[in-house]
C-alpha cells in the first residue's frame, strides 16, 4: 500500500492531523497565513529533528536540494531559512504543545504493561533544569556571563508508565515514532530506529519492511566462511613483511 510513498510521508501517517488542525484552529494559527501553513512548519520542523539538521540554514539548503520531493513530503510551500524563523518566531508555541500532549495520550497506553524499571505506587516528578544558549546582542536581557547571554529551562517530567510526560516541553518527534514502534511490533531500541530513519528519508520503500529488514540484518551473526576468508587474507597479508 506505500509503495511509491517516501518514508518521511509513511512515517508523518502516524500523526492525527485531525487534531493537529484542531490545535491550530484553536490557537489561530492560519491567521493572516497566506503561504508556509503550520502544518508546513511543523513537517519542516519534524524532518529537521527526524534526520538531526543542525541549523535553519542547514534544514533549507537539505530540503532545497530535494525540492521537487517537498510536495510528496507533504510540504506544500518553499523552504526558506527566513520564512521558518519567522513561523518559528511569531507562531503560538501552543499548537505544537498541544500537539505533543495528544501524541503522549496515544503513546502512553500502548507502553503501560512495559517495566520502567522501579514500581511506581504514586505520582513521582523530575525536574530538570537545561541551559539555552542565545545571542546576547540579540537578548541583552538574559545575560548569562559577561559576553554571553543565556536562560535556564525548568522542565517538569512525570515518571509513571514506561512514557515521560513532558509538562511544559514535548518533542514530538520522539512520541511518533514511539507509537510507530509499537504498531509495528519492533524489537530495536528507539534510538536504532531513529537513526535508520534519520539515513532514509527520501527512500520509497514500506516502512515496515524498511525498519524489520534492516534491524534483522543489523543481528544476523556473521558466517564462520567470512571469518575464515578474513583470517585467509590477514596471513597472505602477513606473508609479504
Known amino acids: 500500500m506505500n509503495r511509491g510513498k517516501l518514508v518521511f510521508a509513511q512515517l508523518m501517517q502516524h500523526l492525527p492531523l485531525t487534531t493537529f488542525r484542531r490545535c491550530v484552529t484553536r490557537y489561530r494559527g492560519a491567521f493572516k497565513v497566506k503561504s508556509f501553513s503550520c502544518l508546513d512548519q511543523f513537517l519542516c520542523m519534524a524532518f529537521a529533528q527526524l534526520t538531526f539538521r543542525e541549523s535553519l540554514r542547514d534544514i533549507e539548503v537539505c530540503l532545497r536540494a530535494q525540492s521537487s520531493k517537498l510536495y510528496h513530503l507533504g510540504i506544500r510551500s518553499t523552504v526558506a ?20 500532549q495528544s501524541l503522549i495520550g ?66 514530538s518527534k520522539v512520541h511518533d515514532v514511539n507509537v510507530l514502534k509499537k504498531r509495528l511490533q519492533l524489537s530495536a531500541s528507539l534510538f536504532e530506529i531513529l537513526q535508520i530513519l534519520s539515513l ?38 602477513a606473508t609479504r613483511f
Not at 81 to 100: C, K, S
Request: aromatic share 10%.
Open 81 to 100: 531559512r527566513n520564512t521558518l524563523a519567522n513561523a518559528n518566531a511569531v507562531r503560538d508555541w501552543r499548537i505544537y504543545a498541544d500537539f505533543a
Open 106 to 171: 496515544i503513546a502512553r497506553p500502548l507502553y503501560e504493561q512495559e517495566s520502567f524499571g522501579v514500581d511506581l505506587q504514586e505520582t513521582v516528578y523530575a525536574l530538570d533544569t537545561t541551559t539555552i544558549d542565545l545571542c546576547l546582542s540579540v537578548f541583552p536581557w538574559a545575560v548569562f556571563r559577561t559576553a554571553k547571554a543565556a536562560i535556564k529551562l525548568h522542565t517538569l517530567l512525570d515518571l509513571r508508565g514506561n512514557i515521560p510526560t513532558f509538562i511544559h516541553i514535548s518533542d
Open 200 to 237: 532514509t528519508m527520501f527512500e520509497k520503500i514500506p516502512l515496515d519492511q524498511l525498519l524489520t529488514q534492516t534491524i534483522s540484518e543489523q543481528t544476523r551473526p556473521v558466517s564462520d566462511n567470512q571469518l575464515i576468508l578474513f583470517a585467509q587474507r590477514w596471513d597472505t597479508t
